[in-house]
């Protein structure tokens, strides 16, 4: 994989590794909340493994973990607080 930098020149980067293939971690636990919260973003998304550095392995069961966390109430569906209204566009007076 060759990306360029600002200046035009090529330049190599380094994926992250898989924070579970480092760890020598073989299943993804869905009780290790603080693991999981990792892989969910402020609104409560789950990240890609373009963000995570997960390994397709660990990004399939990291996600099917979070599901489960949240069928059990563990993580919340959706971010706590903050202003979001939903919708799309900006704030238009009706």
Not at 66 to 94: N, T
Request: charged share 40%; net charge positive.
């Amino acid at each position: 994989m060759r990306r360029r930098d600002r200046k035009g020149g090529p330049t190599s980067t380094r994926r992250k590794p898989c924070p579970y293939c480092r760890d020598k971690i073989d299943q993804v636990d869905y009780k290790d909340l603080s693991m999981l919260r990792r892989f969910v973003s402020e609104r409560g998304k789950i990240r890609s493994r373009r963000i995570t550095g997960a390994c397709r392995r660990h990004q399939s069961q990291v996600a099917r973990a979070i599901k489960r966390a949240r069928e059990l109430a563990l993580l919340p569906y959706v971010a706590e607080g903050g202003d979001y209204r939903g919708g799309r566009g900006g704030d238009r007076d009706r």
